[in-house]
Nanobody, 120 residues
Framework: QVQLVESGGGLVQAGGSLRLSCVASGSIFRVNGMYWYRQVPGSQREFVASIGTGGRALYADSVRGRFTASRDNGADSQTVYLQIDGLKPEDTGVYYC????????????WGQGTQVTVSS
């Protein structure tokens, strides 16, 4: 199994910045691309960003230019980051880290999420 643990959320004013982290541990050879999603109450989780092992990142249109994904690939764990600049109230939500299981198509590992709240 792969364990994903997010951190770095908090309450910030609009225009501020946060850096979210997600540490993947356990059987990390079972994951490659890692993803960030966010969810607000009453809505489905929406894709925010993804990053491959080579560092190539993709972003949702709503966050491109303000969010930057990066990662550190270690021998025993991997850490992905999401730098969020120019925060807007609509960025408020729970941010989740996820990673598809290379060994089990259709299975996705998820973290517990970290809350980001942006005040106007």
């Amino acid at each position: 199994q792969v364990q994903l643990v997010e951190s770095g959320g908090g309450l910030v004013q609009a225009g501020g910045s946060l850096r979210l982290s997600c540490v993947a541990s356990g059987s990390i050879f079972r994951v490659n691309g890692m993803y960030w999603y966010r969810q607000v109450p009453g809505s489905q989780r929406e894709f925010v960003a993804s990053i491959g092992t080579g560092g190539r990142a993709l972003y949702a249109d709503s966050v491109r230019g303000r969010f930057t994904a990066s990662r550190d690939n270690g021998a025993d764990s991997q850490t992905v980051y999401l730098q969020i600049d120019g925060l807007k109230p609509e960025d408020t939500g729970v941010y989740y880290c996820s990673a598809p299981d290379l060994w089990d198509p259709g299975k996705v590992f998820w973290g517990q999420g970290t809350q980001v709240t942006v005040s106007s």
